[in-house]
């Protein structure tokens, strides 16, 4: 998505009066000479045989040189399954290497030539790209093309790659600007859209070497690509080599891709996640914009600078910004893309207490453009600066190069630019107030808010009903049973039936709660710390926790549909999807469902778990799912496997019991220990137990809730 | 047409290249100083009738004193507010509005100044009276005009920034406005009007919530320089305290002001398509109008050496990230070469050692690098070492690696490739540099405002050349020591993720 918040920092007070312009000013602005003659650098183009497409620009003022390949294989590609294969692949082409040599290798070489090649992906598009000095010219597009041609795809590079990608998923929501930016479009286009997908620990879990190669087999073929080389070379002798060495790369049989069909489903509405610890609220709203090659493009254009995206003299930063005070920043326009409908978009910032004020104030502006137009001193001045500016579209060979690799891949005319120049000039009050008109419909917003709800005052309820967004990043699937056989779900619950009676038969059917006392010892980073927990449960799911640390004590709690927890500094509700996990895998619990029809127990064989042979089970009830191990010899539970997390992130967790004691006729743990990925994490000893004790059910509820 | 190609015919690495650039650079500038001390350098690039301009103002945050922190920063935002005439529609009844701004603020701040003592009644009615004094005031603005007339003429880029060491002031333009520009940069320089002084306060204190207080990073680091820095001014933010914000004045902000905009004290470059004999004579005229004042005093505290080891832990649910700062000398110092590479050894790129071994092969960390010019470079700074621990690692962890990565530098000697890979690089980034007017405009000003010559950024090259292995375990055993280093991490708190 072609999208650019630019939030100019100066704020300055705007309202615009007539302007009383020093006559100073004016007659060095009507005095100015004509703009110097810009001599635009001759474009080569070529087609080779093999149908790769060839852009070359001289530029010899210093010794340098740059070229990047853009081809038709964005994340935009990715199965739904495995987003984020796209910027692993690209990634791991560079860093793991050739066929001929590896990534590392390849690093030093082109670090001690002060010259890089690099590949990443963007939504529609992706790129290899490489710079150097120009005495280094043939060995780095040697390089390059070794990269392009035969990437290894090294093992090592590849699980480095996915463990970046994944520590980066767990930074995603430490920012508000960044949880709007990536949430918005999600919001305007569908969460499935594929322009707007986004990795998760289980479709980056799901990315395989055998992935990574057929993406490379995929996009990687001549007429995919479009190469364009610039700066202190002879053109005519690059285009020669070029031709030499991408001899032999050839199409077989390869189509470039189609991007996907897009759907235009506009929920309106009003849209809000919190975010701990800030003190505004990031705000997008809109609503779907245009394609590239809509006629109506040129009027929007001029529209869009008049009214969000033209700097200090647009309306949005005037009477938002300046005259009302509400925000620091404030960009928007109709936004386009070339393949698809982009947004018509506002996005601010602003101190909580102002968010409704902000919103409203943008949306009054949207309203008066749709039904008021512009006038003709603000058509004027938007298409004065306009032209003014203009050279600088195309004052480096960089930028030039860049926007005609832009062109041609999109199938656009070389000349598009003057195209633009010539429309932009025709253009009248009368065909921006017809756009304005059509294109902006403030009665049918979507409208995100990123901010913190206890400051949020007066409430976002006053524009509509508020949808809350969830943001809490998917954990990473556990290890997935496969599919189960009659035979395994038998076998499964069989087993498990035996684990009841081994564990004490009726005895534990009758328990109706208990009250379970422990000592932990915690691994976090190298420290231990030890801490005291007394748990006391009515069964099925009400749960209250109270956890004694050196350095104070903790209460939690959970009364089969909401959960808190309290801390010195106060109570505050807890998501309760997570007592709903530990729930199912409480030990009473567990044994009791050997009687749910609705949870199947699914048998996977046999594992061993320290120095016990254990039969491994699948446990799952709807999506929930983990596996727990019964000891081959006396069928008693000897621990369990499934996905948790820690202080540091998600994590496969592994608890083996080490020792039972029998209570009122139950086996029951009396220790146990939990690895967390392989690590130590936890170390229990059970100091007491009581089953079925009374207990005052209104511990379970949220102190200060209402009766 | 004129046309000075920048050609480098002979390209070799080593002293060839430099001395050839530094001969054909020299052929494309021209410098020259007012008779009011301002210093001008012109840099030509007649590749495109473009123009990129920098005014580079030898002031900062560093030269604040207690109480008025962040009013470096704040005038900067003041100078884009136009001129005694350009942005009202009434100097003179403006200027009259304003003064009464100023009384409603004063009184205002008697009261605040109170602390515990204020009646909170009366504040709030100080305030009602100073709104309306600035809505009355508001009357004579014509806003946004002095950017407004500037964009509309071509303007591109319009920008400034304010740092410890300097403030700058940067636009590209068509070439064919150099005079346009000229007058009116020279003008907003010449006649400020601070109008509307206390709604950009405001705004200012916004953008102190957004990039300090509301970012996680942003307060860690705010810490961080604090923290290594107890006695010189380094150890303010540059965006201020709040409570400094609070209380600064329009006049206070005046004075500032007249102290450090002045001539002698600014650096114009301009890089582009900039013809000398034509631009000298429209540079003179206008910017020759600055009036010369008195040279304001220098900053003279120093900071001690540091007495022992400083560490801080901050608990933020946000993601895990480690900063470890040594003090070190100034721009001017001769070890500063020494550190260059050193933080290119350290952290450029991936041969770096600390990508090597905390990315790459420990996996521990998700980013790891090292810089300096953090706060400045005007005065002793800090190298500084960063880690953003990966997922399931710790800062305590990335913290010992690096500790062991640098005792290794103190005691083995880098290798040849190490130190050549160094020398080639300083001068590939070098040549980058000068791919962008508006990147030439800002070295020239630059090197001219903190050595005195900008012809010392080929000096600087000619010093990374001379770097020895002994001189880099010298400089790492001297500095990176226990007693020196400033410690910050940012992590999530301990106990059980709800804090």
């Known amino acids: 998505m072609r999208r650019v918040l630019l939030f100019a920092f100066i704020t300055l007070m705007a309202f615009s009066l007539l302007a009383v312009v020093p006559q100073e000013f004016t007659k060095l602005s009507d005095n100015a000479p004509e703009l110097r003659p810009l001599k635009t650098p001759d474009v080569q183009q070529i087609t080779l045989k093999n149908g790769l497409r060839i852009m070359l620009v001289e530029d010899h003022r210093l010794p340098l040189v740059s070229g990047r390949l853009m081809y038709r294989g964005g994340s935009v590609f990715d199965p739904a399954d495995k987003a984020g294969l796209a910027g692993i692949a690209t990634e791991v082409m560079r860093t793991g290497g050739t066929e001929a040599v590896t990534g590392d290798d390849l690093s030093e070489m082109l670090e001690s030539m002060s010259a890089s090649v690099e590949a990443f992906a963007s939504s529609e598009s992706a790129y290899v790209s490489f710079n150097c000095l120009s005495e280094n010219f043939t060995q780095v597009l040697d390089i390059f093309r070794d990269i392009v041609l035969n990437p290894a795809f090294r093992e090592d590079k590849i699980q480095l790659a996915k463990d970046q990608i994944k520590s980066a998923i767990s930074r995603r929501n430490d920012e508000a600007q960044e949880i709007l930016s990536r949430e918005f479009p999600r919001l305007l286009y569908g969460k499935d859209n594929p322009y707007v997908a986004i990795e998760e620990y289980a479709t980056v879990d799901a990315i395989t070497r055998d992935d990574l190669v057929a993406y490379h087999q995929r996009f990687f073929f001549p007429s995919n690509g479009i190469l364009a080389i610039w700066g202190d070379i002879d053109a005519k002798a690059v285009a020669k080599t070029l031709k030499e060495s991408f001899k032999g790369w050839e199409d077989n049989g390869r189509k470039v891709a189609s991007y996907p069909k897009m759907k235009y489903d506009l929920t309106p509405g009003v849209y809000f996640s919190h975010k701990d610890g800030v003190n505004q609220s990031y705000i997008e709203l809109g609503h779907f914009g245009i394609q590239r090659d809509n006629p109506d493009y040129y009027a929007l254009e001029v529209m869009n600078r008049i009214f969000g995206m033209g700097g200090f003299a647009s309306r949005l930063f005037k009477n938002i910004r300046s005259n009302k005070g509400l925000t620091y920043g404030v960009y928007g326009g109709v936004d386009w893309e070339y393949t698809h409908r982009g947004s018509f978009f506002v996005s601010t910032f602003t101190m909580s207490p102002k968010t409704v004020d902000a919103i409203n104030a943008v949306i009054a502006e949207i309203r008066d453009i749709k039904t008021n137009g512009v006038t003709q001193e603000e058509l004027d001045k938007a298409k004065k600066a306009f032209f003014e500016k203009f050279v600088f579209n195309f004052d480096t060979a960089g930028k030039l190069i860049g926007r005609l690799q832009s062109y041609a891949f999109y199938g656009m005319p070389m000349n598009s630019l003057d195209v633009l120049r010539e429309k932009i000039k025709a253009v009248t009050v009368e065909d921006v107030n017809k756009v304005a008109a059509k294109y902006l419909d403030p009665d049918n917003l979507l409208i995100y808010v990123v901010g913190n709800k206890d400051e949020i005052d007066p409430s976002l309820s006053e524009l509509g009903e508020v949808k809350e967004v969830d943001i809490t990043i998917p954990a990473p699937k556990g290890e997935e049973a496969p599919e189960a056989t009659e035979a395994d779900l038998d076998k499964g619950r069989a087993l498990m039936t035996r684990a009841l009676k081994a564990h004490g038969g009726d005895a534990v059917l009758k328990v109706t709660g208990k009250e379970v006392e422990e000592e932990l010892t915690m691994d976090m980073g190298g420290q231990q710390f030890t801490l005291t927990t007394v748990a006391k449960m009515v069964l099925p799911d009400k749960i209250h926790v109270t956890v004694t640390m050196p350095f104070g004590t903790i209460e939690q709690a959970y009364d089969g549909t909401t959960a808190w927890v309290k801390t010195p500094q106060g109570v505050q509700p807890y998501p309760a999807e997570e007592f709903k996990d530990e729930i199912m895998k409480e030990f009473f619990n567990l044994l009791n469902a050997v009687k749910n029809p609705d949870v199947t127990f699914q048998y996977a064989g046999t594992e061993s778990l320290g120095d016990k042979t254990v039969d491994a089970v699948f446990v799952k009830k709807g999506e929930a799912q983990f596996k727990i191990f019964l000891d081959t010899k006396d069928h008693s539970i000897a621990g369990m496997k499934y996905q948790g997390k820690t202080q540091m992130g998600p994590a496969e967790m592994v608890q083996a019991y080490t020792d039972y004691q029998t209570v009122d006729g139950v086996v029951y743990p009396a220790s146990y220990t939990v690895t967390a990925n392989g690590e130590p994490y936890i170390t229990s000893k059970v100091l007491k137990v009581v089953l079925s004790p009374t207990l005052d059910a209104s511990i379970f509820a949220m102190p200060g809730a209402a009766e | ?499």
């Open chain 2, 1 to 499: 047409m004129r046309r000075i190609l920048f050609v480098f015919a002979l390209l070799l690495m080593g002293s060839l290249l430099i001395a050839g650039a530094f001969q054909e650079m020299e052929q494309s500038v021209t410098e020259f100083t007012l008779d009011n001390g301002l210093k001008v350098i012109l840099f030509e690039n007649h590749q495109a009738p473009v123009i990129s301009m920098v005014t580079y103002v030898n002031v900062g945050s560093a030269n604040e004193k207690p109480g008025i922190t962040g009013i470096a920063h704040i005038f900067e935002h003041m100078a884009f507010k136009g001129t005694h005439n350009i942005g009202t529609s009434d100097p003179a009844k403006e200027m009259e509005a304003m003064k009464k701004v100023d009384e409603a603020f004063y009184a205002w701040k008697a009261e605040y100044d109170k602390g515990d003592l204020k009646d909170s009644a009366k504040l709030d009615e100080l305030k009602s009276t100073l709104e309306e004094a600035k809505k009355n005031a508001k009357e004579y603005v014509v806003s946004n005009e002095f950017n407004e007339l500037v964009e509309r003429e071509g303007c591109s880029g319009l920008n400034a920034y304010t740092s410890w060491d300097n403030t700058a002031y940067f636009y590209n333009f068509p070439s064919n406005k150099l005079e346009l520009w000229a007058y009116m940069e020279s003008e907003r320089f010449l006649n400020p009007r601070l109008r509307e002084f206390y709604s950009e306060k405001d705004v200012v204190m916004e953008e102190r919530r957004m990039r300090t207080e509301s970012s996680p990073t942003g307060r860690m680091i705010e810490e961080f320089i604090a923290m290594a820095y107890i006695a010189h001014p380094y150890h303010n933010p540059v965006v201020g305290w709040m409570s400094d914000l609070m209380t600064i004045t329009r006049a206070e902000a005046q004075n500032w002001y007249e102290n450090y905009y002045q001539p002698n004290n600014m650096v114009v470059a301009i890089a582009g398509d900039v013809f000398p004999r034509e631009a000298r004579p429209i540079i003179e005229k206008w910017f020759g109008r600055l009036p010369t004042r008195p040279t304001p005093e220098p900053v003279e505290t120093v900071e001690p050496p540091q007495r022992g080891e400083r560490r801080e832990i901050m608990e933020d649910p946000s993601q895990p990230f480690a900063i470890i700062g040594y003090h070190k000398g100034d721009f001017n110092h001769p070890d500063e070469s020494v550190f260059n590479a050193i933080t290119d050894i350290m952290g450029n790129g991936r041969t770096s050692r600390l990508y090597k071994r905390l990315v790459r092969d420990d996996k521990i960390a998700l980013a790891a690098g090292a810089f300096t010019g953090i706060p400045g470079q005007k005065f002793p700074g800090l190298f500084i070492f960063y880690g953003l621990p990966m997922q399931g690692h710790t800062n305590d962890e990335v913290e010992s690696v690096m500790y062991e990565e640098i005792e290794k530098m103190k005691n083995e000697p880098v290798s040849d490739e190490e130190l050549n890979r160094v020398k080639t690089r300083a001068k590939g980034d070098f040549l980058r540099e000068l791919q962008s007017n508006s990147g030439v405009a800002h070295q020239l000003a630059f090197y001219q405002t903190i050595t005195g010559d900008w012809r010392d950024m080929f000096s600087e090259l000619e010093q990374i050349d001379k770097v020895t292995k002994d001189d880099i375990m010298r400089v790492a055993k001297e500095y990176f020591t226990r007693t020196n280093r400033t410690v910050v991490f940012l992590q999530p708190a301990k106990d059980g993720g709800e804090s």
